[in-house]
């Protein structure tokens, strides 16, 4: 079975522009999270989905979105990009958002700010 | 909000020795699950080993186990027969049974396996 897919593996933008990255689930799993990665802060929750309906929203700003599809596969958006948003972000799927269902995470989006 | 800490922020070990990874954690609640993930340089997480709080004996996964004490809310993890493969950065990971009930990491502890 194929793992967590992430894409683009790296990403280099712009201050003010807007990015999206994706996230294919392992096939069977409706529930997607989304972790931002720094030195700085450690793994922070974003945000995770299931069956398309956005449940838990960590502490960011609204520039940070997303969506997940009806095939599972999720999609992540910042807009108005700023230096500090240059992090590795993580996508992770799960079956179903019940605390024991193990989260199997991808490699990562690289994303540098300039 | 529950907080994880790692104290360690850097440990090494000898190849075939044992070492101990730290974990505390804070929470008011009294059912919860507790996680080590392991981050190699692929930056590919891969979950170690998982702790139910209910469950009073400790996880173990071959050479990997855990001490867990509930009243402390301390979470360790020994690496028995350490292996250069081992060599990777180390998060311990809360998470609640509740709504919300999202991942809370700690900073991670970086590993180095010394030959």
């Known amino acids: 079975k194929a793992g967590v897919t992430q894409t683009p593996r790296y990403l280099i933008k712009t201050r003010g522009q807007q990015v999206t990255l994706s996230c294919s689930p392992i096939?069977?799993?409706?529930?997607v999270s989304w972790y931002q990665q720094t030195p700085g802060q450690g793994l922070q929750f974003l945000f995770e989905?299931?069956?398309?309906?956005?449940?838990n929203k960590g502490n960011f700003p609204g520039r940070f979105s997303g969506r997940q599809f009806s095939n599972s596969r999720s999609e992540m958006n910042v807009s108005t990009l700023e230096l500090g948003d240059s992090a590795l972000y993580l996508c992770?799927?799960?079956?179903?958002?019940?605390?024991?269902?193990?989260?199997?995470f991808g490699a990562g989006t690289r994303l540098s700010v300039l | 909000a529950q907080t994880v800490t790692q104290s360690q922020p850097e440990m090494s070990v000898q190849e075939a020795e044992t070492v101990t990874l730290s974990c505390t954690y804070d929470?008011?609640?009294?059912?919860?699950?507790l996680f080590w993930y392991k981050q190699p340089p692929s930056r590919q997480m891969i979950l170690v080993i998982r702790?139910?709080?209910?469950?009073?004996q400790n996880a173990t996964e071959n050479r990997f186990s855990v001490n867990f004490q509930k009243a402390a809310k301390s979470f360790s993890l020994k690496i028995s027969d350490s292996q250069l493969g081992d060599a990777a950065m180390y998060f311990c990971?809360?998470?609640?049974?509740?709504?919300?009930?999202?991942?809370?990491f700690g900073t991670g502890t970086s590993l180095t396996v010394i030959p």
């Open positions: 702790q139910e709080a209910y469950k009073q």
């Open positions: 929470t008011s609640e009294s059912d919860y699950y």
């Open positions: 989905y299931f069956s398309e309906t956005q449940r």
């Open positions: 990971a809360y998470r609640s049974l509740g709504t919300g009930n999202q991942f809370y």
């Open positions: 096939s069977g799993h409706r529930s």
């Open positions: 992770a799927s799960s079956l179903g958002p019940v605390a024991k269902n193990i989260q199997y």
